[in-house]
Nanobody, 123 residues
Framework: QVQLVESGGGLVQAGDSLRLSCTAS????????MGWFRQAPGKQREFVASISQGGVIKAYTDSVRGRFAISRDNTKNTVNLQMNSLQSADTAVYYCAAGTVTSAATARQYDYWGQGTQVTVSS
């Protein structure tokens, strides 16, 4: 089992930045690829970004590429999502997830999920 806890969400204005963190416990963190997903009210959960076990391979959905940056620290069992130039369309609950498939972009490819953290961007 892997337990994931997200933090860093909040209410910001359009154009601001926010940094989300996800701390893992349980099994060996470096064995897992990590992903960030988000779910807005009335919408399906969507892929945001992923990072490989070693942190070399990163992937982003088109709408956040160039604004968001995913990173990880395997010594601290954390994965981060730096979000810049936030837009109202980024408002959602953000979830981190752990799985064994590198560059996975669908929710079913991840095995473990956090409880989510709310990000609200006011325009």
């Amino acid at each position: 089992q892997v337990q994931l806890v997200e933090s860093g969400g909040g209410l910001v204005q359009a154009g601001d930045s926010l940094r989300l963190s996800c701390t893992a416990s349980g099994r060996t963190f470096s064995n897992y690829a990590m992903g960030w997903f988000r779910q807005a009210p009335g919408k399906q959960r969507e892929f945001v970004a992923s990072i490989s076990q070693g942190g070399v391979i990163k992937a982003y959905t088109d709408s956040v590429r160039g604004r968001f940056a995913i990173s990880r620290d395997n010594t601290k069992n954390t994965v981060n999502l730096q979000m810049n130039s936030l837009q109202s369309a980024d408002t959602a609950v953000y979830y981190c997830a752990a799985g064994t498939v590198t560059s996975a972009a669908t929710a079913r490819q991840y095995d473990y999920w956090g409880q989510g953290t709310q990000v609200t961007v006011s325009s």
